[in-house]
């Protein structure tokens, strides 16, 4: 089954072309960061003019790159949610008039669910059930995987994502947007040596806000004599600590031998360490995507899609005309 999957919920259009679920015949990613990095951060009303403009591009090239037509397309999976909702909409209105133009079924999909799929592109043996640390800008979730479609919040953020910490802190640090990977670039030359703190709840939830306002009160505190290097070193080590004890708080509950991180966020690299000694340590198999399907791509969407597509939640077009963009679709619903 070959699935033409759409992904377009934040800044990045992107179109793909996927077999089975599992190989990935192309996956084109048109990213607007250079656009947004001179706002600090993603205008929605930009992303979606720029969406409109590029995506029947982003289509015709995934289609070339792949070697296939339209008609080789057997259904096209597309994320209808959460994100900004006039991103999403360009790519959920996009997928259903190829839809209806060609006679293809349409399987609309969740993108946290697509960033678990990342997963199963890059382990090609890989299957449910397993516990998915899922880290992304708008997501900070605890999953159990019980089968490919069946999932539960184990615990989440209960104020900022993860990625959204690090984009603000990087901020405040004077680093460009996206912050992320500009905060753990300088974190590698400081030292753990700012006590920033942890909250802790009596269920598997995060909060990342109290760490993110502490760095704020120490960097107006400190002006000039900020350590930047050091701030930005103990964040990460601070975000990271907080992560990976809860995560393997709640393996220990359920009892999985799988632990799969998943989200922009999982492309960090004090992250993958930290979980990789801890899984050793505890005889747990750790899996990360491959750092290309870590952030948003639509070859994660396509291989999600495929497991909707096989659990029955394929649709003619002709039965879902109503479907919509969804900006707070929770997972499951
Ligand atoms: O999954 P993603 O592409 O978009 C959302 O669904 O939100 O994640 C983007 C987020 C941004 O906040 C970005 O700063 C963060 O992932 N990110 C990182 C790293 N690479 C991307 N955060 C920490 N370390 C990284 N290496
Ligand atoms: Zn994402």
Redo the contacts with the bound molecule.
């Keep these: 089954m070959i699935c033409l999957g759409i992904e377009s919920?934040?800044d990045e259009t992107s179109v793909s072309v996927v077999k089975d679920g599992r190989e990935v015949l192309s996956n084109v990613i048109s990213t607007q960061i250079e656009i947004h990095k001179k706002f600090g951060g993603v205008v929605p009303e930009i992303a979606s003019r720029k969406h409109l403009v590029n995506i029947a591009y982003v289509v015709d090239e995934a289609l070339e790159k792949a070697g296939v037509t339209l008609s080789d397309i057997d259904f096209i999976g597309v994320t209808y949610g959460p994100g900004l909702v006039g991103a999403l909409l360009v790519g959920v209105a996009y997928a259903k008039s190829l839809a209806y133009a060609l006679n293809k079924k349409i399987v609309p999909t969740h993108?946290i669910e697509g960033?678990i799929a990342a997963n199963y592109l890059t382990y090609p043996d890989l299957k449910p059930p397993f516990l998915a640390l899922v880290v992304?800008?708008?997501?900070s979730h605890l999953v159990y995987v019980k089968d490919y479609t069946e999932f539960e919040i184990m615990g989440k953020t209960r104020d900022d994502a993860v990625?959204?910490a690090?984009?603000k802190v990087a901020r405040v640090l004077g680093l460009p947007y996206?912050?992320?990977?500009e905060?753990?670039k300088l974190a590698q030359k400081g030292t753990f040596s700012y006590k920033l703190p942890k909250t802790k709840f009596d269920n598997f939830d995060f909060s990342f806000s109290g760490i993110k306002t502490a760095v704020i009160n120490i960097a107006h505190k400190e002006g000039e004599k900020l350590r930047k290097a050091d701030m930005a070193c103990s964040f990460e080590n601070t975000v990271c600590e907080e992560l990976v004890h809860t995560t393997f708080e709640v393996v220990t509950k359920l009892q999985v031998d799988k632990i799969v991180l998943a989200?922009?966020?999982s492309?960090?690299?004090l992250l993958r360490e930290m979980i990789t000694t801890e899984a050793q340590k505890r005889n747990v198999k750790a899996y990360m995507p491959d750092l290309k399907y870590?952030?948003?791509n639509a070859a994660m969407i396509a291989s999600a899609s495929y497991y909707n597509f096989l659990a029955g939640k394929a649709y003619d077009i002709q039965d879902k005309l109503d479907l919509n963009a969804k900006a707070n679709l929770k997972l499951g619903d």
């Design positions: 919920s934040c993108h960033h992304s800008g708008g997501h990625g959204e690090f984009d996206p912050g992320g990977p905060v753990s989200g922009g966020v492309a960090n690299r870590c952030t948003d």
